[in-house]
């Protein structure tokens, strides 16, 4: 023991040394060197940044700070949407201006229309932005305010593996594939008929998870789980048959959890999925999940109509201190060119219709797609969006709780469908 | 009635104890024992051997694997028996996440943190255990009571309150709001308590008494250098615990993720969800340090767990 | 040691405003000490304890802040507020009592097979080993791993589809196993997770209290005729019981807690716990409630809260428990004389009160010899005034 304690301090001597050398020292303020700060937090990949191999981007800060030079742009990316909206929350609530924007995915919505004294005005910013009617809807406060700038939105179509259907001898023309699901008046039925088809052919799955399926039957119904007056209809029949309907295709799912490390595994493998409901900012993660792998393609259908999964607005919080200067960096980001630069680098479909008609966008060709015309795609499916869902109140509580109904069928398999919807019930009524 | 001291010989408590648990007999004869140098224990088999080497590798092998998953040349979600075998590209997959964690600031930040908690852990502990252990106040039976009840409160019950308070005083984010909470320990004031009533004689407090020295003199130049060994060991596992804590730094660091190791690596799980070399990269770097000082002061890590146990 | 009575007289004069000085400071100085500790541990420990009472009874939103006293809502038909509305409603939630079930069956996973394994390397490396240090600072290694690293770790050895575990049962032809969809199975890995950092820590506890066991009393039963396994069960088991008591009660504070492992066992980045909550721990429970899910107009960090009083009262029953269990399970060594125990620690109290006493003001005071003069019990001497309100 007696040399233990000169051991145990020289280590941590050591220790401090070699930590406290590299540090910086990075004060917290507004302005640094002369220059204001602008800090906004995004999440999954906004593609405002430097490309990197996983994450493509626009290098949008760089052109902002050269055509502004007294301003820089720190962007944080948060791991995760969950992540995000975790700090969001808190820094919302402390008003603490951790941040000046914050980039807020669709299911944040409905607590920021609730809290419009929270966050800044930004209609005399906007005027020369223009975004789809429902997006500028969305953004909207009870009381007229537009508080949330429109940012992208996902249009979805159907994605599938080119290779696996030529293996089972489907029709892998991408026309094809849209008229086999049945065009524009594909229904659900016809999709999963001919995934029947298929599952039988094969034997391997033909999607990848009843959470994927259902992301988009939900934004199909306006009214699902809460109607706009606040009452909860979740457990009604409209509900209750597509939830039917889609669990009785079990044997057609790859019984996978979207987003978990094997999800992200089987978009390359030999028998992996075949098909998978694609919002445009999905191809980010099949591009990233697949590699050098190239055998997935894009059909310009919808089973069900029209649908928009997710899509996100950016909010200036009052507490910030570079108000002014946040509001004019949220218009820019948010006009058509710089819509048209996301989608361009990373997918992110413009929900601006001067973005969407401009040809950088309808004539984008996606090499990782099979250089299929993504631009022309997304712009039909987003043309096909009728339904805007009401997402108020506990819309989103009871989604995950279906979310957790579907997944205990499909993913753990650890309940048949009906006593799955009963434990949805119970789940629903014990929310309140 | 001099006491041995805890450093001196682990073993030598066990006589302390016994006579408390289980009469003098049993002391007598544990004392009687250890005064004749004799040989100890059972001659270990081989088979003792295949079992600690089996343990070894198990306590290896996750380490490993890590290791051999941040070499690996292609990026991928699953290695499974591919990363048994390492690849070639451990330098630059470190490399990657050495930047995308601000790896500097992330160090500098779970090493202030590990470190004032730890010394103010072990200051204040030693000051009140002092107290308890060799000075004689009204209250102190409560007081000492109060401390041992207080180490069972789990750390969950306080985080919603710690977090809304930290809120309030604006220090989320910041890494002050994951030092504050940690500055005092009720476990450190019971373990000093506990070592200092064997290790500090009175004959020592006494003789400074004598000397005509103040009470803060006192515990200055006689009951802090007998602290000593102790000290150490709960500065050490302190720190330990410090740089290996997550759910509260993650909760209150908020936006800040790479002001502390622990969490910015595992935030590196969401933001390189489809490179798995580049997070089992970061788990690296935030074990790396920790293996670093488990090399030079793993001994005494060993020996204070086993000292902590006797004591109980 | 002296154990005589010994007090001193002060003599009257120029001196006693020194003498009561000193006093004073042996007197004040012991509450000195403490106070910085119970000061700190206010802040930081005593007043978000009450917080927690008070957050816990309070409709308390994350965004919008207190709104008056909780209401449980329809799933108790009851829509009054009142202190209680987070509770109920805590205890109405199907999924209160899935983690509650997920923590205590990934808390008995890993406490009895550590225990079990610790015990085991205990006594492998209480041998007259080769290299002792060595082997002891390898079962060591995986306590400077951080659970959170070691959570990342593992959820690449048990993932479901190309886990190394799983490939390996690939292909030795056998089924591969559902780590993350069966609850069972989830709480094996989370627990593998647990005793990889905490087995060999435990190990060295017993290993210390093992050496602690006199060599006669272990000679003794192997001249009784006792077999290793029988020694072992009959002598050492029931001599670790304090050590026992105490890792058990440890890891019984610990298991119930479990988050790291099991948040960053989860694949993916939402939906923690599992669709159907296999793994969602009482822990992750209470953050999932708290700081995810933020639906304004419920009260996320009061219902979090009441969780957190649950937990508290849970580890707080099943350490008594396991305190109770564990010293029936070992109770081989004989009744000891708890009064006679009493007796002696309550003598040895006083002694060292005497001795504290003696050192602390005697000593320095008496150090000249002339003005404090040394006397048997008096009135008014420093001894007896100081002991009168001491010790009750």
């Known amino acids: 023991m007696k040399g233990s304690f000169k051991a145990i301090a020289a280590t941590f001597v050591v220790l401090g040394l070699v930590s406290m050398g590299g540090c910086g020292g990075s004060a917290d303020a507004a302005k640094q060197n002369g220059k204001t700060v602008i800090k906004i937090q995004t999440f999954n990949n906004f593609g405002y940044g430097k490309s990197t191999s996983e994450k493509p981007g626009a290098n949008l800060w760089a052109q902002y700070e050269k055509e502004h030079p007294n301003i820089k742009v720190e962007e944080t990316v948060a791991a995760s949407s969950d992540d995000a909206r975790s700090t969001f929350n808190t820094a919302i609530s402390s008003n603490s201006g951790a941040y000046d924007i914050y980039a807020a995915d669709i299911a944040w919505m409905p607590s920021i229309t609730a809290m419009p004294n929270k966050f800044i005005d930004l209609s005399s910013y906007i005027k020369n932005n223009d975004w789809m009617d429902w997006k500028v809807q969305g953004g909207k406060a009870a009381d007229g305010k537009t508080i949330g700038a429109g940012n992208d939105i996902g249009p979805t179509a159907v994605c599938y593996r080119s290779d696996l259907f030529a293996k089972a001898g489907i029709p892998t023309d991408r026309e094809q594939v849209k008229d086999l699901l049945g065009g524009d008046s594909a229904t659900w039925d016809q999709y999963f008929k001919v995934g029947a088809e298929y599952h039988q052919k094969t034997g391997k799955p033909w999607y990848d998870a009843m959470g994927g399926i259902w992301g988009a039957m939900k934004t199909q119904i306006k009214e699902s789980y809460v109607k706009q007056d606040g009452t909860i209809i979740a457990t009604n029949s409209t509900i209750k048959n597509l939830y039917d309907q889609l669990t009785a295709t079990t044997e057609m799912s790859a019984h996978l959890s979207q987003w978990s490390d094997d999800w992200n595994s089987q978009f390359k493998a030999d028998n992996g999925f075949a098909t998978i409901m694609c919002p445009a900012w999905l191809l980010n993660n099949i591009k990233g999940n697949s590699g050098d792998f190239k055998g997935w393609d894009i059909a310009d259908v919808t089973p069900g109509g029209g649908s928009n999964q997710g899509g996100s607005w950016l909010v200036v919080p009052e507490t910030s201190k570079v108000k002014d200067e946040a509001a004019k960096l949220v218009a820019w980001l948010t006009a058509p060119e710089q819509q048209v630069s996301t989608f361009k680098a990373a997918s992110n479909f413009p929900s601006s219709p001067t973005a969407q008609k401009n040809p950088t966008v309808s004539g984008k060709l996606d090499p990782s797609m099979n250089n299929a015309p993504v631009g022309k795609i997304f712009t039909d499916r987003a043309k096909a969006v009728k339904i805007v869902p009401y997402t108020g109140s506990q819309y989103y509580d009871i989604d995950a709780k279906l979310g957790d109904a579907l997944g205990r069928v499909d993913v753990t398999k650890e309940q048949n469908p009906d006593a799955s919807w009963k434990r949805f019930e119970q789940d629903v009524k014990a929310l309140s | ?312 | 040691m002296t154990e005589s009575h010994v007090s001193t007289h002060v003599k009257p004069g120029g001196s006693s405003l020194r003498s009561r000085l000193g006093i004073l400071e042996w007197k004040a100085s012991p509450y000195l000490y403490v106070a910085p500790f119970f000061i700190l541990f206010m802040f930081v420990g005593l007043v978000p304890l009450i917080y927690t009472v008070w957050v816990a009874m309070r409709q308390y939103n994350t965004l919008t802040g207190d709104a008056g006293w909780a209401v449980c809502g329809s799933v108790c038909h009851n829509a009054t507020p009142g202190w209680t509305g987070n509770f109920l409603w805590v205890l109405h939630q199907p999924s209160f009592y899935v983690a509650l079930r997920n923590s205590l069956s990934i808390f008995l996973i890993s406490t009895i097979p550590q225990m079990i394994l610790a015990l085991l390397l205990a006594w492998v490396l209480n041998a007259n080993l080769k290299a002792k240090t060595f082997w002891r600072m390898g079962v060591l290694l995986p306590y400077v791993v951080a659970p959170s690293a070691a959570g990342i770790i593992f959820s690449q050895i048990f993932s479901d589809k190309m886990g190394a575990i799983n490939v390996l049962l690939q292909t030795i032809g056998l089924p591969t196993i559902m780590w993350h969809g069966s609850a069972i199975w989830s709480h094996i890995a989370i627990a593998t997770i647990v005793n990889f950092r905490w087995t060999g820590y435990n190990a060295l506890i017993f290993l210390a209290a093992m050496q602690a066991i006199p060599n006669d009393v272990m000679e003794a039963a192997v001249v009784d005729g006792a077999g290793k396994a029988r020694t072992f069960f009959s002598v050492t088991l029931p001599l670790l019981r304090p050590t026992l008591i105490f890792v058990i009660i440890n890891s019984t504070i610990g298991g119930l807690q479990i988050f790291d492992e099991a948040q960053l066992f989860h694949n993916g980045t939402s939906g923690y716990g599992g669709p159907n909550q296999q793994y969602l721990t009482i822990s992750m429970y209470l953050w999932t409630l708290g700081f995810n899910n933020v639906t304004i107009g419920q009260p996320n960090m009061g219902r979090a809260a009441a969780v957190a009083w649950f937990l508290f009262v849970i580890i707080v029953v099943i350490a008594l428990l396991n305190y109770w269990l564990t010293k029936r399970l070992t109770n081989g060594s004989g009744a000891r004389n708890t009064r006679q125990t009493a007796k002696t620690a309550k003598a040895v109290r006083f002694r060292e009160y005497e001795q504290a006493v003696n050192t602390g003001v005697v000593a320095r005071l008496g150090r000249s010899g002339h003005d404090v003069q040394v006397n048997s019990d008096g009135p008014g001497s420093i001894g007896s005034l100081i002991r009168h309100d001491e010790e009750r």
């Open chain 2, 1 to 312: 009635m001099v006491r041995k001291t805890l450093g001196s010989d682990n073993r030598e408590l066990g006589v302390e104890t016994l006579d408390q648990l289980y009469g003098k007999g049993v002391a007598r004869a544990a004392r009687k024992k250890r005064l004749a140098v004799t040989s100890e224990g059972r001659r270990p088999g081989s088979g003792s051997y295949a079992i600690l080497v089996v343990a070894l590798l198990l306590s290896i092998f996750p380490l490993y694997y890590a290791f051999s998953i941040a070499s690996q040349d292609s990026p991928s979600t699953q290695y499974g028996v591919r990363a048994l075998i390492p690849g070639g590209s451990l330098f630059s997959n470190i490399a990657r996440a050495f930047h995308d964690i601000d790896f500097w600031q992330a160090l500098g930040g779970t090493f202030t943190v590990a470190a004032i908690v730890s010394v103010s852990t072990v200051f204040f502990s030693t000051l009140a255990g002092y107290s308890f252990a060799k000075l004689r106040f009204r209250g102190r039976g409560v007081l000492l009571t109060l401390v041992v009840a207080t180490m069972t409160i789990p750390q969950q019950l306080s985080v919603i309150p710690l977090y809304i308070l930290a809120n309030k005083a604006g220090l989320f984010g910041s890494i002050w709001a994951v030092i504050i909470p940690g500055l005092v320990s009720a476990f450190g004031v019971f373990w000093m308590t506990q070592y200092l009533q064997d290790a500090l004689p009175y004959e020592l407090i006494e003789a400074a008494r004598v000397d005509g020295a103040t009470m803060i003199r006192t515990f200055w130049s006689v009951a802090l250098p007998a602290a000593r060994p102790a000290a150490a060991m709960l500065f050490l596992f302190t720190f330990i615990g410090q740089w290996t804590n997550y759910f509260w730094p993650m909760l209150v660091l908020g936006p800040n993720k790479n002001k502390m190791l622990t969490v910015a690596a595992a935030a590196l799980k969401g933001a390189h969800f489809t490179d798995y070399t580049v997070v089992m990269s970061g788990v690296i770097l935030t074990t790396l340090p920790l293996i670093l000082l488990f090399f030079f002061a793993g001994r005494q890590l060993v020996s204070g767990i086993m000292a902590g146990a006797v004591k109980g």
